[in-house]
C-alpha cells in the first residue's frame, strides 16, 4: 500500500500563510486599517513633515550649540538684567 | 523676569497640549483595561468550552480592536509637540526619557504587533492554550506600554534620580532606580492603570445595560455584567486606597497642589475636606475675598489625608507663597531669591569658561550648585506666580472624587441584582447604567486635570517652569496647529463613535 506523506510547510511559511488569510478574512479589520493608514499618512506625511520640525534638531548641528542655546534661553533673563546694570552704569 | 516670555505663546502651546493629552487619554483608559478584561473572558471560554462565551469574548475583542484601531498613534503627536513647541524641556531631559521611550516604543511594538495578530487571527488557526496566551500577553504589552510615560510624568512631579548638568544644560539620571521606582512614579501607574480597568468595567456595564433593556443577547449582557461586576467592583475599591495614597504623596512633595484641589488659603490644625462646595472665582491670595460662595467641610478629613493624623496642620496657600514661620515653611520669595542666584551663577560660570578663566568658572559652579535645587524659582516673577488655577483644581477634583465615590456602590449594585437574578428587572439602574462610560471618561479626565492643572506653573516640579519650558515661537505658528489638531481628533472621534456604535447594533456574530 503507498503511503502518502504530507510535508508541512516551513515555520515561516506557516507565519506568512497565517497573517494572509488573517488578513483576507477581515472584514471589519479591512475598514480600521485603511483608517489606520490614512491617519499615519496625515500624522507623519503631513502634520510631521511640514508642521512638526523639531526645533532644536532643524537649527543647530550640534549637540554643543544645541546645550549652549538652551543656556542661552534660560538665562536670558539675566543677561537682560545685566545688560541693563551696565548700561545704567555707562 | 517671566515677562520677557511670550505667555500667548505659551498659553497656546499649553492648550494644544492639553486638548491631544485629552483626546488622546479617551482611547487609552479603554485599551488598557478592555484588553484584562477580553484576558478574562476567553479564559472563561478555554476553560467552560461554552460557544456562549466564545460569542461573548469575540463580541469584546472585536470593540476593543475598535478602539486600539482608532487610538493608535494619537499619542505620537504629543511627541511632536515636545520637539517644536517644548524644544527646552526636551533638550533638558533627554537624557533621562530620550532612550526609555524609544525602547518602550519598539517593544510595544513588538509585542503587540507579534500577539494582537494572533489574538485575532487565532481562532481555530494556532492551539487553544495559545490563542489564550496572546490574548494575555497583548494585556501586559498595552498595559506595560504605559509603564515609562507614567513614570516620565511622575518625574516630572517629584523630580528625583537626577542632577542638572551646566555644560549641556540637561537633566541627567543618576540613579536609574530611584527615578523608576519612586513611590509617586509607582503610585501614578497603578492609580492609572486600576482606574483605566474600572473605566472598561464602566464600558461594558454600559452597553450590556443597553441590550437588557432592549432584550437582545440577554444571556451574553448578564455573563458580561457578572465579570465586569466583580473587576469593576475590585479596581474601584483599589482605585480609592490608591487614590488616598496619592493623596499622602502629594501632601508631602506638591503641598501647593493639594492646597489648591482643596481651596484651602489658611493653613489650619484639623483641617477639613469640603465634601461639596463652590469656589469664589474672584479670591485671590493677596485679597480678602471669601474663598467660597459656600462649602460644607468634614473636619479634620483633610489633615488625615495629607499627614495620617486629625489635629496635624495642612499648609495653605498662603502659607506657601509667603511662607509660615510657625511650621518651618519657607515662603516662595525666598526660593525665589535663590533661584535667581543659581540663574545668575549658572550665566557667570559659563561667561567665565567662554573666556578661558577656570578658577572664576569653579567658584561661580559652586555657588549655583548651593541653590540649584531651587533654579525654577529664579524664573517667576513674584511669589503669587507659584499658585496654580485653583478653581479649575478644586472643581476637577472634587468631580473625580465624587463619581470615584459612586462607581464601587454602582458595581456592587449590580453584582448584588445579577447573583439575585433580578437585573432585568431594575429598569432605572439599567437606564442609568447606559452612561456610566461617559461618567467613568468624565472622572478619568478630570484626575489628569487634577494631576497637571494643579501642579502649574511647573513643568518641573520646582525646576523648571512652562515659560521657560518652550520654544521661542510665533503664536500664529501653535494656533494653526491647534485647530488643525481640533480637527483631526474630532473626525477620529466621530469615527470612533460611529463604528462602535455600528457594532454594538449589529451585536455578537454567529459562529
Redesign the interface.
Known amino acids: 500500500m503507498e503511503q502518502i506523506i504530507v510535508k508541512q510547510p516551513s515555520l515561516p511559511i506557516r507565519i506568512y500563510r ?2 494572509l ?2 488578513f483576507r ?1 477581515m472584514t ?2 479591512k ?3 485603511k ?2 493608514f490614512i ?2 499618512l ?2 507623519f506625511g503631513v ?2 513633515l511640514f ?7 532643524t537649527n543647530f548641528t550640534t ?1 554643543k550649540d ?3 542655546y ?2 542661552d ?10 545688560t541693563l546694570e551696565k548700561g545704567d552704569q555707562l | 523676569m517671566i515677562e520677557n516670555f511670550d505667555l500667548t505663546m505659551v498659553n497656546w502651546a499649553r492648550a494644544q497640549f492639553a486638548l491631544t493629552a485629552m483626546y488622546h487619554w479617551l482611547f487609552v483608559p479603554l485599551t488598557l483595561g478592555l484588553s484584562w478584561l477580553v484576558a478574562f473572558y476567553h479564559t472563561i471560554y478555554v476553560k467552560t468550552g461554552s460557544e456562549e462565551w466564545k460569542r461573548l469574548t469575540k463580541f469584546w475583542m472585536k470593540l476593543f480592536g475598535v478602539n486600539f484601531a482608532i487610538g493608535v498613534a494619537t499619542g505620537i503627536i504629543m511627541e511632536f509637540e515636545f520637539g517644536t513647541n517644548w524644544s527646552n524641556y526636551s533638550w533638558m531631559v533627554g537624557d533621562i526619557f530620550g532612550a526609555p521611550l524609544a525602547i518602550e516604543g519598539i517593544i510595544a511594538f513588538f509585542l503587540e504587533a507579534t500577539f494582537f495578530a494572533v489574538m485575532f487571527f487565532g481562532w481555530n488557526r494556532v492551539s487553544k492554550k495559545f490563542h489564550l496566551f496572546s490574548t494575555w500577553m497583548v494585556a501586559v504589552g498595552s498595559n506595560m506600554s504605559a509603564v515609562w510615560i507614567l513614570v516620565a510624568n511622575a518625574w516630572m512631579q517629584y523630580p528625583v534620580g537626577q542632577a542638572f548638568n551646566p555644560d549641556t544644560a540637561r537633566f541627567e539620571m543618576q540613579n536609574f532606580f530611584e527615578v523608576a521606582f519612586s513611590p509617586y512614579a509607582v503610585s501614578k501607574f497603578t492609580h492609572t492603570t486600576s482606574s483605566s480597568m474600572l473605566v472598561a468595567a464602566l464600558f461594558i456595564l454600559s452597553i450590556s445595560s443597553w441590550f437588557l433593556l432592549r432584550g437582545r443577547h440577554v444571556i451574553m449582557a448578564k455573563r458580561s455584567i457578572v465579570v465586569a461586576s466583580v473587576f469593576g467592583l475590585v479596581a474601584s475599591i483599589f482605585v480609592v486606597f490608591n487614590g488616598d495614597e496619592s493623596a499622602y504623596q502629594i501632601a508631602e512633595v506638591q503641598p501647593m497642589k493639594l492646597a489648591a484641589f482643596e481651596g484651602l488659603w489658611d493653613g489650619e490644625n484639623s483641617a477639613g475636606l469640603v465634601a461639596l462646595g463652590i469656589v469664589n472665582r474672584d479670591k485671590r491670595v493677596d485679597n480678602e475675598e471669601e474663598p467660597f460662595e459656600f462649602e460644607f467641610r468634614i473636619p479634620g478629613l483633610l489633615s488625615l489625608m495629607a499627614n495620617r493624623s486629625f489635629g496635624s496642620f495642612v499648609p495653605g496657600i498662603k502659607d506657601l507663597v509667603y511662607g509660615n514661620e510657625e511650621y518651618n515653611i519657607v515662603g516662595a520669595a525666598q526660593k525665589m531669591e535663590r533661584g535667581k542666584v543659581a540663574i545668575s551663577n549658572l550665566d557667570a560660570y559659563k561667561q567665565a569658561l567662554k573666556s578661558g578663566d577656570q578658577a572664576t568658572a569653579d567658584i561661580h559652579l559652586a555657588t549655583f550648585n548651593e541653590h540649584k535645587e531651587f533654579l525654577g524659582y529664579g524664573f517667576l516673577e513674584k511669589p503669587e506666580d507659584t499658585v496654580p488655577p485653583v478653581a479649575l483644581s478644586f472643581n476637577a477634583f472634587h468631580i473625580m472624587v465624587a463619581l470615584g465615590s459612586l462607581f464601587p456602590l454602582v458595581f456592587f449594585a449590580y453584582l448584588y441584582f445579577s447573583l439575585k437574578g433580578t437585573l432585568e428587572n431594575k429598569k432605572l439602574l439599567l437606564g442609568g447604567g447606559t452612561v456610566l462610560y461617559i461618567l467613568g471618561l468624565v472622572a478619568s479626565q478630570a484626575g489628569w486635570v487634577v494631576a497637571e492643572v494643579g501642579r502649574q506653573p511647573w513643568a518641573i516640579q520646582g525646576l523648571l517652569p512652562v515659560t521657560v519650558a518652550r520654544t521661542n515661537l510665533t503664536t500664529g505658528t501653535v494656533q494653526t496647529t491647534f485647530y488643525m489638531f481640533l480637527i483631526l481628533f474630532t473626525l477620529l472621534l466621530l469615527a470612533e463613535i460611529s463604528i462602535m456604535a455600528k457594532q454594538v447594533s449589529i451585536g455578537p456574530e454567529e459562529d
Do not use: E
Not at chain 1, 534661553?73 to 545685566?82: C, G, Y
Open positions: 497565517f497573517y488569510d488573517g478574512q471589519l479589520g475598514t480600521l486599517w483608517i489606520i491617519k499615519l496625515i500624522i502634520l510631521k508642521f512638526f520640525p523639531d526645533f532644536l534638531a549637540d544645541r546645550a549652549d538652551v543656556i534661553q534660560i538665562t536670558q533673563s539675566v543677561q537682560v538684567t545685566n
